[in-house]
């Protein structure tokens, strides 16, 4: 798999039946190694090593719906509230951000309501806070680690 602007991780990978997999931290389970599930769980793991996230708080794949149609957030971060904090979108490193990502993670977060979005390929990583009074996004320079965003 490609190299990718975030911390190096040891992951356990395996492979069976002529495809490779990797053992998902959240879900305690391999899963198939996709362009798409590298950066989720790269990210996953710079969340929690270098945020300071606990793995209690995160969620991966979580379902939710959407005008009548089933869609799934990549990670999904909640507060000590338990209500939505970050939504992480996550796409291979060969797809590019583009307007049409954000406006995926914008339709979830007019369901979910969390304060902060982050849009990232792996190598390319775009952090906003929201501003729900002008309706538009803060772009950071980077995601508040936990303690910051959990002083409510």
Known sequence: ??????????FKTKSSENKRF??????????VLTPE???RQHFVSYLMTHKAYPIS????EKQLEI?????????????????PEIIVECKAPSIPITQNTFDQIARYNLKLNA??????????HFYCK????????I????????QSTNRK
């Not at 929201?130 to 996004?137: L, P, S, T, V």
């Open 57 to 60: 708080l995160i969620s991966v």
């Open 37 to 39: 599930e590298w950066v």
């Open 67 to 83: 005008n009548g149609l089933k869609k799934r957030t990549d990670i999904l971060i909640f507060n000590t509230q338990g209500t």
């Open 115 to 124: 304060n902060y979005l982050i849009v990232t390929n792996g190598l390319q």
């Open 1 to 10: 798999m490609i190299e990718l602007n975030l911390p190096f991780c040891n």
């Open 22 to 31: 990797i053992f998902g931290l959240i879900r305690k389970k391999y899963l």
């Open 130 to 137: 929201m501003d729900f009074e002008n309706e538009q996004y």
């Open 139 to 146: 772009f950071l320079k980077d995601i508040p680690d936990y």
